[in-house]
C-alpha cells in the first residue's frame, strides 16, 4: 500500500485541450479539486472545443522524455495519471519511464475515443497500447475502450460490463474502474474490478443516477486524475472511488453554472469549493447590495416613502409605523448583542454591543418623545379600530411584519453562525441609512424644510455617526463573508434577501394595517 500524501505530488501525462475542458487541463483542476500539487508532462496538443477535435499534433518522443526526466529528477512522484498518448513511440517512452521510476500510484485512463466520438489514439498504438496497461495499478476505461481493448462488442449491460472488466483485469494484472456512463436508462453505477483478488473479483460496486446534462466533456479525464490524487491520501480504491464519484456527480450536476461552449460542456471541477476564491475586500457585500437592486427600487416606490418625502404622510400612518420600529428595535438589539456574543474580535464585539444599546435608548427615545406628542389608534389585521394607546406604548402589541421580521432575526441568532446573523442585521442598517440619506438630501434642498412635519426622524436617520455605523457594519459582514464556508455564503445571502424584503414590508405595513 503505498504511503499516504498530506498534500499528494501528482503527474498527468496527457494531451492538451486548449478549451479547458479536458486532457490536462481538467486533470490539473481536478487534482486541486481533490487537495494535490499538480504537474503536467504534454504528449500530444490538440485543437479542439466542446464539439469536437479538429487537429492533433503529437511532438516528438525525445521532448516528452526530457519533461518526464526533468520532473522526475526534481520532484518525488507521489501518483501519475497516464491519459492521451498519440502514437507507439509516445507509449514506449512511458513505458520506459515507468520501469525507472516506479511511481507508487499510476492509473492509466486509456483514451482512445472522445465524448465526441473523435478517436485520439492511431490504430497502430493499440498494441504497444497493450503492453503498457500491465505497468498501471488501475485502468479506467469507458465502455467503449473497454471493448477496444478486448477486441469485443461494447457491453450492453452493466453484468455484461463486469464481466467485460474482469477480463481485462486477468489479462493486464491491474485493477480495472467499470463506469456505467455509457450504459442506456438512468443508472449510471461504477465499480471497481480485479481478478487477482481471491474473494471475487469486484472489490466495490456503487450505485449512482444519470445526470441530465450535456455537460460531459471531460469526464474521463476528470475521474481518472481526481482518483490518483486521492489514492495517494487514502492508500485504498474503494474509499478513494467513494469520495470521488460524489464530487463528480456534483461537477455534473453544476456544469450549466459554467456556460462554456456550445457543444458538450465541461464539468465544474469546483463546486464543492466557491469558498476558496480569494474575495477582494467588499467583493461580497457588494454582491449582497447588487442582489436586492429590486427590491430596493420597490422600497424607492413605496407610496409610505413618497408621502413621508413630501411631507403629506399621514399622522396615523408615521405613528403606526414608529410604534411598530420601537417594539422591532427591541427584538433588533437582542439580535446584536447576540452578534457581538459571536464576534471573533473584541473591535467587532464592542461594535455590535453598542448598536444594541443605541436601540434600546438613543433610537427608542426619538419614538417615545415623538408618540408622547402623538396618541396611537390600534388597528388589528383586518383595519378594525382598538384602543388608544399610550405614550411611548403601542397598543395590541406587534403586526405581522414585525413579528415576522424579529422571528427571523431569532432564527438567524439561532444559527449559532457569526457570518449568516452579521447578514441577517445589515439591511437594517445599510437600507435605512441609504433611505435616510436620499430623503435628507431632498429635504435639505426645500425651502421650507424646517416646516416639514417628520425633519427630526429624517434628520435622524442621514446623522453622520449613523451612516459611519453602517459603513463599519458593512465592513465586518464583508469580513465575515471573506471567512465563510461556500455553504455559509449562500446562507447569508438568504439572511440578507430575506432580511431586505422585511424591511421593504416594514415601510409598507404602515398603509396596510394603519
Known amino acids: 500500500m503505498p504511503r499516504a500524501a498530506r498534500i499528494p505530488r501528482v503527474l498527468s501525462i496527457a494531451g492538451s485541450d486548449p478549451s479547458g475542458g479536458a486532457g490536462i487541463q481538467a486533470d490539473l483542476k481536478s487534482i486541486a479539486a481533490m487537495g494535490g500539487y499538480g504537474m503536467a508532462a504534454i504528449t500530444a496538443?490538440?485543437?479542439?472545443?466542446?464539439?469536437?477535435?479538429?487537429?492533433?499534433?503529437?511532438?516528438?518522443?525525445?521532448?516528452?522524455?526530457?519533461?518526464?526526466?526533468?520532473?522526475?529528477?526534481?520532484?518525488?512522484?507521489?501518483?501519475?495519471?497516464?491519459?492521451?498518448?498519440?502514437?507507439?513511440?509516445?507509449?514506449?517512452?512511458?513505458?520506459?519511464?515507468?520501469?525507472?521510476?516506479?511511481?507508487?500510484?499510476?492509473?492509466?485512463?486509456?483514451?482512445?475515443?472522445?465524448?465526441?466520438?473523435?478517436?485520439?489514439?492511431?490504430?497502430?498504438?493499440?498494441?504497444?497500447?497493450?503492453?503498457?496497461?500491465?505497468?498501471?495499478?488501475?485502468?479506467?476505461?469507458?465502455?467503449?475502450?473497454?471493448?477496444?481493448?478486448?477486441?469485443?462488442?461494447?457491453?450492453?449491460?452493466?453484468?455484461?460490463?463486469?464481466?467485460?472488466?474482469?477480463?481485462?483485469?486477468?489479462?493486464?494484472?491491474?485493477?480495472?474502474?467499470?463506469?456505467?456512463?455509457?450504459?442506456?436508462?438512468?443508472?449510471?453505477?461504477?465499480?471497481?474490478?480485479?481478478?487477482?483478488?481471491?474473494?471475487?473479483?469486484?472489490?466495490?460496486?456503487?450505485?449512482?443516477?444519470?445526470?441530465?446534462?450535456?455537460?460531459?466533456?471531460?469526464?474521463?479525464?476528470?475521474?481518472?486524475?481526481?482518483?490518483?490524487?486521492?489514492?495517494?491520501?487514502?492508500?485504498?480504491?474503494?474509499?478513494?472511488?467513494?469520495?470521488?464519484?460524489?464530487?463528480?456527480?456534483?461537477?455534473?450536476?453544476?456544469?450549466?453554472?459554467?456556460?462554456?461552449?456550445?457543444?458538450?460542456?465541461?464539468?465544474?471541477?469546483?463546486?464543492?469549493?466557491?469558498?476558496?476564491?480569494?474575495?477582494?475586500?467588499?467583493?461580497?457585500?457588494?454582491?449582497?447590495?447588487?442582489?436586492?437592486?429590486?427590491?430596493?427600487?420597490?422600497?424607492?416606490?413605496?407610496?409610505?416613502?413618497?408621502?413621508?418625502?413630501?411631507?403629506?404622510?399621514?399622522?396615523?400612518?408615521?405613528?403606526?409605523?414608529?410604534?411598530?420600529?420601537?417594539?422591532?428595535?427591541?427584538?433588533?438589539?437582542?439580535?446584536?448583542?447576540r452578534v457581538s456574543a459571536l464576534a471573533p474580535s473584541e473591535e467587532e464585539q464592542l461594535f455590535w454591543a453598542e448598536g444594541a444599546h443605541a436601540c434600546l435608548e438613543v433610537e427608542a427615545e426619538l419614538h417615545r418623545t415623538w408618540l408622547s406628542r402623538h396618541p396611537v389608534v390600534a388597528h388589528d389585521a383586518a383595519g378594525s379600530p382598538g384602543a388608544v394607546g399610550s405614550p411611548g406604548r403601542p397598543p395590541g402589541g406587534a403586526g405581522p411584519v414585525t413579528k415576522a421580521y424579529v422571528d427571523h432575526l431569532l432564527a438567524a441568532s439561532a444559527s449559532g453562525s457569526y457570518a449568516v446573523l452579521t447578514a441577517a442585521v445589515l439591511p437594517c442598517y445599510w437600507i435605512y441609512a441609504e433611505v435616510g440619506a436620499s430623503l435628507h438630501s431632498r429635504h435639505t434642498a426645500r425651502p421650507d424644510a424646517a416646516a416639514h412635519p417628520y425633519a427630526e426622524w429624517i434628520g435622524t436617520y442621514a446623522d453622520e455617526r449613523f451612516a459611519a455605523a453602517t459603513r463599519r457594519a458593512i465592513a465586518y459582514t464583508d469580513m465575515a463573508g471573506q471567512r465563510a464556508s461556500s455553504g455559509e455564503r449562500e446562507a447569508m445571502r438568504e439572511a440578507f434577501m430575506a432580511s431586505s424584503v422585511y424591511e421593504r414590508e416594514f415601510f409598507d405595513a404602515p398603509r396596510r394595517f394603519a
Open 45 to 337: 496538443l490538440t485543437a479542439q472545443n466542446t464539439r469536437g477535435v479538429t487537429a492533433v499534433h503529437t511532438p516528438p518522443a525525445e521532448f516528452l522524455a526530457a519533461q518526464l526526466d526533468a520532473v522526475g529528477g526534481d520532484i518525488e512522484i507521489d501518483a501519475v495519471k497516464i491519459g492521451m498518448l498519440g502514437d507507439a513511440a509516445v507509449i514506449r517512452t512511458v513505458g520506459e519511464w515507468l520501469e525507472r521510476t516506479r511511481p507508487p500510484v499510476v492509473v492509466l485512463d486509456p483514451v482512445m475515443i472522445a465524448t465526441s466520438g473523435d478517436r485520439l489514439l492511431a490504430e497502430d498504438a493499440e498494441e504497444a497500447l497493450a503492453g503498457l496497461l500491465a505497468k498501471a495499478d488501475l485502468l479506467t476505461p469507458n465502455l467503449p475502450e473497454l471493448a477496444a481493448l478486448l477486441k469485443e462488442p461494447v457491453p450492453a449491460t452493466w453484468g455484461e460490463a463486469l464481466e467485460a472488466g474482469r477480463r481485462l483485469s486477468e489479462r493486464t494484472g491491474a485493477a480495472v474502474l467499470v463506469k456505467g456512463g455509457h450504459l442506456e436508462g438512468d443508472d449510471c453505477p461504477d465499480a471497481l474490478v480485479d481478478a487477482r483478488h481471491g474473494d471475487g473479483p469486484v472489490l466495490a460496486e456503487l450505485a449512482g443516477r444519470r445526470v441530465d446534462t450535456p455537460n460531459t466533456h471531460g469526464t474521463g479525464c476528470s475521474l481518472s486524475s481526481a482518483l490518483a490524487t486521492v489514492q495517494a491520501r487514502t492508500g485504498d480504491w474503494p474509499r478513494s472511488l467513494a469520495v470521488v464519484k460524489d464530487w463528480l456527480h456534483g461537477a455534473l450536476e453544476a456544469s450549466g453554472q459554467l456556460e462554456v461552449g456550445r457543444g458538450h460542456g465541461p464539468v465544474h471541477h469546483f463546486h464543492h469549493a466557491a469558498a476558496a476564491v480569494p474575495l477582494a475586500p467588499g467583493e461580497f457585500a457588494d454582491s449582497l447590495w447588487a442582489d436586492t437592486d429590486k427590491v430596493r427600487a420597490e422600497i424607492d416606490a413605496l407610496p409610505f416613502i413618497a408621502e413621508l418625502d413630501g411631507g403629506t404622510l399621514s399622522e396615523a400612518h408615521f405613528a403606526y409605523y414608529l410604534t411598530q420600529d420601537a417594539i422591532y428595535l427591541n427584538g433588533y438589539s437582542r439580535a446584536l448583542a
